[in-house]
């Protein structure tokens, strides 16, 4: 943050708190606080010899933001990092092996291949994936089948989405994906395919989903997983249908079928030669402006923290308090939610092992 919007955060003038960090004055334990609450950090970290060293783990793939992240996402990266961290650390005090990724590909590797073996290693198969009711829904089974081989997925809530979609954080045992809440749900599901295609690289990175670099390949694996070439061509709205200019309609159908996004049927549309990318781009352009962005309210509190933590590190949590391994003030830190939601986030997990 500048000095002038720290400052601001903790009722002072820019040029105290300038004070505070050139040591010529010092501030009261309440302006700690404050500052303790604007930084996300605890307040013992000021009472440390040196400054803590930042987490650096990531790659950047971004290009529409550039430049350092803000407040918002340094602070998600560095919680998303903390929580992996616990989560290693409470399976190790539960004495459960930490679930190893197994999968892992080159870059070079045509996309619909990587595609196919990312959806076999999910476990979801298409006519399962089509029978869902919703976006939300898709969403839901989406998450659970990535958690279910070994990612942690956790959710964003103060990142704008023109910063960032979501991030990832490549590792051969509990690697991290992370996608925007702001988003919508067919946009976290993408993100979420996207993010998995850059662990399958053991490469993390903070993603936009532009279309440069890796990006392009990354975005590639997440359509073919989610819009498979043959059931696109073979769909009744495609197969035999000889345009480049496709009809709303026809692509509202084609989202609903695969419960994707209608920006993701039109790029499958153009991968398999069936559309041209001059409509690719005024569609996509177009579902930007359109782009509605979650608000504020929502869920209850249990709910919304278990959206943002994943049922797996839910799980963990809500295991080791429930064993004796952590207290209750611990297990409602790491979920961030008040002690009183606790009871209601238990009932939710299933306790008797670690898949929600």
């Not at 990354?218 to 249908?241: E, I, Q």
Request: overall charge neutral.
């Amino acid at each position: 943050m500048t000095v002038e919007v720290a400052a601001k955060k903790a009722h002072v003038t820019a040029e105290l708190l300038q004070e505070w960090e050139d040591g010529t004055e010092r501030p009261t334990v309440n302006q700690l606080r404050l500052l303790a609450e604007a930084y996300k950090r605890p307040l013992a970290v000021f009472y440390l010899p040196t400054p803590p060293k930042g987490f650096d783990a990531l790659r950047d793939f971004r290009s529409a933001a550039e430049g350092a992240p803000t407040p918002a996402l340094a602070y998600e990266i560095r919680r998303a990092n903390e929580r992996r961290e616990i989560a290693l650390d409470l399976l190790d005090e539960l004495r459960e092996v930490s679930p190893a990724t197994a999968f892992k590909v080159k870059k070079s590797t045509e996309p619909d291949v990587v595609a196919e073996h990312l959806r076999d290693a999910l476990g979801v198969s298409l006519a399962e994936q089509t029978s869902w009711s919703s976006e939300s829904v898709a969403l839901s089974k989406w998450r659970d089948a990535v958690e279910g081989i070994g990612v942690l997925v956790f959710q964003t809530t103060g990142v704008n989405v023109n910063e960032a979609r979501g991030f990832s954080i490549a590792s051969d045992t509990l690697p991290v994906i992370a996608i925007n809440g702001k988003d919508s749900a067919a946009g976290r599901i993408f993100t979420m395919i996207h993010e998995l295609a850059h662990l399958a690289l053991r490469q993390g990175g903070v993603c936009d989903l532009d279309e440069h670099g890796v990006e392009v390949f990354c975005n590639a694996v997440a359509g073919a997983l989610l819009v498979p070439r043959d059931a696109l061509l073979t769909h009744p709205d495609v197969s035999g249908v000889n345009t480049v200019e496709w009809p709303e309609e026809t692509l509202k159908r084609l989202a609903r079928t695969f419960r994707v996004s209608r920006e993701v049927i039109v790029r499958r549309l153009l991968t398999t030669g069936k559309t041209k990318s001059s409509f690719y781009e005024r569609k996509r352009l177009q579902y930007a402006s359109e782009l509605k962005i979650a608000t504020k309210g929502g869920p209850p509190p249990p709910v919304l923290a278990i959206a943002r933590a994943g049922r797996f590190f839910t799980t963990v949590v809500v295991r080791s308090y429930t064993e004796g391994r952590i207290t209750s003030a611990d297990a409602s830190d790491f979920l961030s939610l008040r002690l009183r939601h606790l009871p209601e986030v238990m009932k939710s997990i299933r306790v008797g092992g670690l898949t929600a």
